[in-house]
């Protein structure tokens, strides 16, 4: 049983346009999440992590909101670039421990200029 | 400074031989973690080790295992290696194993077996 879903496994949005990744998750000790860009042949790279105590989170163009009665988060980007198409994947821990997190599966974005 | 570095990049095994994969964390990052990520997935957690023991381990069987040195290095050992352990194998490291830290990731090591 898949802890951690990615649900859309692609999205494709306009240059300049939101881009909106969801992510669910169904263990209720998850208390750390943290979203996570990858490229082709490379290690993914942190972008933005929210603890259970917020439902909100902002660095630059990208945001995290968590519903925590709802199990569902979800990373904006504003205004999205070309440069982010990458995939994303959202991640999920417990006792606030980024290293033993549970993955989703990703969700491949492309942004068309 | 220098990010998490692992090797090799590239590996190719035979079915039943053994393979060690090596990582070296961030600069003064004493927590690591091994993921392996097949195909099409996101990354599946293996092992986290802190201060040279285990912290965490994954739903992986006894044929892997992992130890942390002294400089925090670590290393990934798989023996009689399946077909379906070809996967990226990735390594990640953040200061401390708890406490909201971020984690980092290596470029990960392609291990195919055939």
């Known amino acids: 049983d898949q802890q951690v879903k990615q649900n859309s496994p692609s999205l494709s949005v306009q240059e300049g346009r939101i881009s909106i990744l969801n992510c669910d998750y169904t263990?209720?000790?998850?208390?750390?999440f943290l979203w996570y860009k990858k490229y082709p042949a490379e290690g993914p790279t942190f972008l933005i992590s929210?603890?259970?105590?917020?439902d909100k989170n902002e660095d630059g163009r990208f945001t995290v909101f968590l519903n925590k009665s709802a199990k569902h988060l979800s990373l904006h980007i504003v205004p999205s670039q070309p440069g982010d198409s990458a995939v994303y994947f959202c991640a999920a821990s417990a006792n606030t421990n980024a290293g033993k997190s549970t993955f989703g599966d990703g969700t491949t974005l492309t942004v068309k200029p | 400074d220098a990010g998490v570095t692992q090797s090799p990049t590239h590996l190719i095994k035979t079915r039943g031989q053994h393979v060690t994969l090596r990582c070296s964390p961030i600069?003064?990052?004493?927590?690591v973690s091994w993921y392996q990520q097949v195909l099409g997935q996101g990354p599946q957690f293996i092992f986290q080790y802190y201060e040279k023991e285990e912290r965490g381990r994954g739903n992986f069987p006894d044929r892997f295992s992992a130890r942390q040195f002294p400089n925090y290095s670590s290393e990934l050992n798989v023996n009689a290696l399946l077909l379906g352990d070809s996967a990226l194998y990735l390594c990640?490291?953040?200061?401390?194993?708890?406490?909201?830290?971020?984690?980092?990731f290596g470029p990960g090591t392609r291990l195919t077996v055939t």
């Open positions: 263990n209720s000790m998850f208390d750390y």
């Open positions: 990640a490291s953040s200061l401390a194993w708890t406490g909201l830290y971020e984690q980092y």
């Open positions: 600069s003064g990052h004493k927590s």
């Open positions: 929210i603890s259970s105590i917020k």
